[in-house]
């Protein structure tokens, strides 16, 4: 994963948007993240088949994470950076299940 953000970095390098704009481009590619997870629970018509749904799904929730690593390195924030703060929130979440 971690090459996969020091690519979004490269990426960021060539696009001169601002960390707004990105955050407005997270917000749609979490919309349609959104759209395609409601597909799957009756929220929004569907004519597709479960296998497309789920390749959407996919190729959305990368979209996201994509968005969210070009913010993050708009900020200065590393990849280890991230990772570090992610065990610290899944310790949380996990004292909250059990």
Do not use: C, H
Request: hydrophobic share 35%; glycine share 6%.
């Amino acid at each position: 994963m971690k090459n996969l953000f020091e690519e979004v970095k490269e990426l960021n390098d060539l696009d001169p948007a601002t960390n707004a704009e990105r955050l407005g481009k997270l917000t749609e590619e979490v919309g349609e993240l959104a759209k395609e997870v409601n597909k799957t629970n009756g929220r929004k018509v569907n004519t597709n088949t479960k296998e497309e749904i789920i390749s959407e799904i996919t190729q959305e929730a990368a979209d996201v994470i994509q968005n969210v690593f070009s913010i993050a390195d708009g900020f200065g924030i590393t990849y280890e950076d991230i990772v570090e703060a992610m065990k610290i929130k899944n310790g949380k979440w996990r004292s909250k299940m059990i």
